[in-house]
């Protein structure tokens, strides 16, 4: 299975951006999520929904960030709004265990202050 993030760039803050992230196979019952990476971190989780639609968030995201998927395309989508140069990564998709697909390329947003 292949993971292809797509969607960064370079915004101010304040801004918004909208990442996607479609798999090459079903989701299936997989819960879905959203992660970030920095130089020197460790991959920290962002976002997670269920097949369902049920929702989890990092309280840093928490009120800016919405995850959404769409089964029938197998695409995961995270809308990023009032960004802040802290989420500032290069961000992934995966299921919440990391073991749905390998981890990709990820797609890069930077947030200039």
């Known amino acids: 299975v292949q993971l292809q993030a797509s969607g960064g760039g370079l915004v101010k803050t304040g801004g918004s951006l909208g990442l996607s992230c479609a798999a090459s196979a079903s989701f299936g019952m997989n819960v879905m999520g959203w992660f970030r990476q920095t130089p020197g971190k460790q991959r920290e989780f962002v976002a997670s929904?269920?097949?369902?639609?049920?929702?989890n968030y990092a309280d840093s995201v928490k009120g800016r960030f919405t995850i959404s998927r769409d089964n029938a395309k197998n695409t995961v989508y995270l809308r990023m709004n009032s960004l802040k140069p802290e989420d500032t990564a290069v961000y992934y998709c995966?299921?919440?265990?990391?073991?749905?697909?390998?981890w990709g390329q990820g797609t890069l947003v930077t947030v200039s202050s």
């Open positions: 995966n299921n919440v265990l990391g073991s749905f697909a390998s």
């Open positions: 929904i269920s097949r369902g639609g049920n929702t």
